[in-house]
């Protein structure tokens, strides 16, 4: 029914944090993971965590902010699989300062891991999946891409950019089966939130109507919505996944 099983995956950022969480539940479904990550330690793991569920796996360590790189990742999973019926944007990175601080590197590195690198990505398996008319695209932005967020404008920029790109591919591919959706998580428990301090995590969980922050769990369940046959209608939005942070 969810059509999972047997289908290939590319993650991004799947060496830890939400992608390792996507790249695990996919594989409980019979979902094949390409993980691919900047760092080559996290994906070994998640791919033997991925063959422990009893699904195949592999790593790719590949920067998804070098177009060239990123060309040559998707070359060798195609390599490894006939077919990539999935792709999950996942990776990014933050580097928060206020605007009068910020310096262009700040700004630059954001923008390019995170918007350049789902561009790359998204450019290089596009082709593909027009040949196979079949395609579903997860990209995975912010609830900050929405809100905006105090020294985060480079990051904002790059979430919101994500949303805006998403509604775009979603509409040039909707007629050849391929749907692209945004997911924006509000605060999620990873290394990135357990780092902040005591006074910072109580101010964002009070902006919280459900109370606590979200899991990686919860994030890969709505991937795996967006994956499945469950949501082949829909396509071009951004599904909150916040516990009620924002409500349009
Ligand atoms: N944690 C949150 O609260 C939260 C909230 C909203 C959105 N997000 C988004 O979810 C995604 C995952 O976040 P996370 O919390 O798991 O972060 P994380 O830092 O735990 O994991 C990110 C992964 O991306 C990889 N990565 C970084 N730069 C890369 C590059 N250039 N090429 C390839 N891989 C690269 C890292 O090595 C890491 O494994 C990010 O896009 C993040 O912006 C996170």
């Known amino acids: 029914m969810l059509g999972l099983d047997g289908k290939t995956a590319v993650v991004t950022g799947a060496g830890q944090g939400i992608g390792r969480e996507i790249s695990l539940l996919l594989a409980e479904y019979g979902t094949r993971i390409a993980a691919v990550d900047v760092k080559p330690d996290g994906i070994e793991e998640t791919v033997s965590l991925v063959r422990e569920k009893g699904s ?35 990776a990014g990175i933050t580097r928060d300062n206020l605007l009068l ?51 985060q404008s480079n990051y904002a920029a790059s979430k919101a950019g994500i949303i805006g790109f998403t509604k775009s591919v979603a509409r040039e591919f909707a007629a050849r089966n391929i749907t692209a959706n945004a997911i924006a998580p509000g ?52 599904i909150h996944c916040d516990g009620g942070m924002v409500m349009s």
């Open 56 to 90: 195949e796996g592999y790593a790719v360590t590949c920067d998804v902010s070098d177009y060239d790189a990123v060309r040559e990742c998707v070359a060798g999973v195609l390599a490894w699989s006939d077919q990539v019926h999935f792709l999950v944007n996942n």
């Open 101 to 151: 601080r910020m310096s262009l590197d700040e700004w630059e590195s954001v923008l390019k891991v995170n918007l350049t690198g789902t561009f790359n990505f998204t450019r290089a398996l596009t082709r593909h999946m027009l040949g196979k008319r079949y395609g579903r695209i997860v990209n995975i932005a912010s609830v900050i891409g929405v809100m905006g967020n105090a020294g």
């Open 187 to 238: 605060f999620i428990a990873t290394a990135m939130t357990e780092a902040l301090p005591d006074d910072k995590r109580g101010e964002m969980l009070r902006m919280i109507p459900l109370g606590h922050f979200g899991t990686g769990r919860d994030v890969a369940h709505v991937v795996l919505f967006l994956l499945s046959e469950l949501g082949s209608y829909v396509t071009g939005q951004v």
